[in-house]
């Protein structure tokens, strides 16, 4: 079965695609809140710095400690997000910077002399400055002070922040965290198309697999184990397939019993009605003057042919109902079958059939005679055979019935297109209520015959003193 096309496949690939979109929108959704959430910090980081340092200097500068001072910017510079520092005067001449070699230069000469625009109006404000630039990458911030008592002695903290190696972090983290999300919902998939292949799956094959052995035993289908949807449904359907088994059952009984009817009205009645109008004319043909003998031979025609008519209806009457099968056994009755054929189609035939009163009992037995006189009255009809072998034997604990012939192959489709089929639908009961299997196959001996084979499992142990006797019947063929 096709995964894509089982409930069970698309299930789980509903439920990974699904699990699949909502961890992108939340990886996302996460970085995005990650992001803002990092450039607030750094953003509050950078006015604590500012606002913190700036304090620091203007007094360390009052005190003329220089050092502290330089010593404060190295510590500044030690931050990952920290770029560059400087601090400059309201000339913009470095008095510290994160790299000594800024030192005494003018900020125009460093890197950050894009950022002097800013300093002379913050220093005119004496109000802390913090901006981005139009990427978020960089975020800049001025923080004035005094350098000493003097209004005038103004200075600044200038510190550009580079935001992309804490983004960068920020976006793995969240990348991560999508990993580690889908690896979860691939465990819960996996977890999902196991529990679904043994809650559903597996026992939806046993369900079908129970549904498929129905056309070929007669035990009633297996009901799955629990108490779920799927029990319920395997539970109705041995109960419906019980039912449907017991109305075959009846119908079975219904038309055998019909069958003996007509066969005992078509014996005791027509049969006899036809002998006795045999009689009549052979009376009346004695009785007619016939000075040529024209009269007599006409007559001598039609009581031949009312002899022939009444041994034709004789076989039809044994074949509805089979006094032979309860007197004398399978094998006489299937004699009369061969004889049948014989009359009605011209076919020879040959009739092997062995004792199995100690394997089956009657009621079998007769369905098996059903079963071999549709056999043999469809070969007959659809396949034109010139010769045919009837035979039942036993082998390997079974009863083999087999109908060999040298006609057409054997085709159930083109017999249904031309009638009701009702006679295979029937046979088909038969097999069932039999437990049998039944093959057709073809084999080549100079010229092909064609092979129906039904087996029957054995109701009985096989007696091995018990000895096959055959009985060949030979019979001419008619003109």
Request: glycine share 6%.
């Amino acid at each position: 079965m096709n995964v894509s096309h089982s409930i069970q496949g698309r299930i789980t690939l509903i439920v990974l695609l699904f699990g699949l979109a909502m961890i992108v929108l939340n990886n996302w959704r996460n970085q995005k809140w990650l992001v803002e959430r990092r450039l607030n910090r750094l953003e509050q980081e950078a006015a604590d710095t500012g606002s913190h340092l700036s304090g620091l200097l203007q007094h360390l500068s009052r005190k003329q400690q220089e050092r502290a001072a330089e010593l404060e910017m190295a510590y500044v510079s030690l931050s990952a997000d920290v770029e560059l520092g400087v601090v400059c005067d309201w000339a913009g001449v470095v008095s510290c910077a994160t790299q000594l070699q800024w030192r005494g230069m003018r900020v125009l000469e460093t890197p950050l002399a894009s950022e002097w625009q800013h300093v002379m109006p913050t220093l005119e404000r004496m109000d802390t400055f913090i901006s981005w630039d139009d990427e978020k990458a960089h975020l800049i911030v001025i923080a004035p002070f005094y350098e000493g008592y003097d209004t005038t002695s103004k200075a600044a903290v200038l510190i550009r922040y580079n935001s992309t190696q804490a983004l960068t972090q920020v976006r793995e983290e969240a990348l991560h965290e999508s990993l580690r999300q889908a690896g979860v919902l691939l465990a819960l998939s996996l977890l999902m198309w196991f529990a679904l292949d043994e809650l559903v799956t597996r026992r939806v094959r046993k369900l079908v697999s129970n549904l498929r052995a129905v056309g070929t035993s007669t035990a009633p289908p297996e009901v799955l184990p629990g108490n779920d949807e799927l029990t319920t449904i395997s539970r109705e359907f041995s109960r419906t397939v019980t039912q449907l088994r017991a109305a075959e059952n009846l119908v079975l009984d219904a038309a055998e019993q019909e069958r003996r009817k007509f066969g005992r009205d078509l014996h005791d009645d027509v049969c006899q009605r036809l002998s006795a109008i045999k009689m009549t004319l052979e009376v009346m043909r004695g009785l007619m003057p016939d000075k040529d003998g024209k009269v007599a031979g006409l007559a001598q025609q039609v009581i031949d042919d009312l002899a022939k008519t009444v041994v034709i209806a004789r076989s039809m009457a044994r074949g509805l109902s089979p006094v032979g099968l309860e007197n004398h056994g399978l094998k006489d009755a299937l004699e009369n079958v061969a004889l049948f054929a014989e009359r009605m189609y011209q076919v020879r035939c040959a009739v092997e059939c062995v004792d199995v009163h100690g394997h089956l009992p009657v009621v079998s037995q007769e369905l098996l005679f059903r079963i071999a006189q549709e056999l043999v009255t469809n070969a007959c009809k659809h396949s034109s055979p010139g010769v045919l072998n009837l035979s039942v034997h036993l082998a390997d604990d079974q009863i083999v019935l087999s109908v060999i012939h040298d006609g057409k192959p054997f085709d159930d489709a083109d017999v249904s297109n031309g009638s009701s089929g009702m006679g295979l639908h029937l046979m088909n009961q038969r097999l069932r209520t039999l437990s049998a299997t039944l093959e057709r196959t073809i084999k080549s001996e100079g010229r092909d015959f064609s092979i129906a084979t039904v087996r029957i499992p054995l109701m009985y142990p096989v007696s091995n003193e018990r000895e096959i006797s055959t009985n060949n019947h030979q019979g001419g063929s008619g003109g």
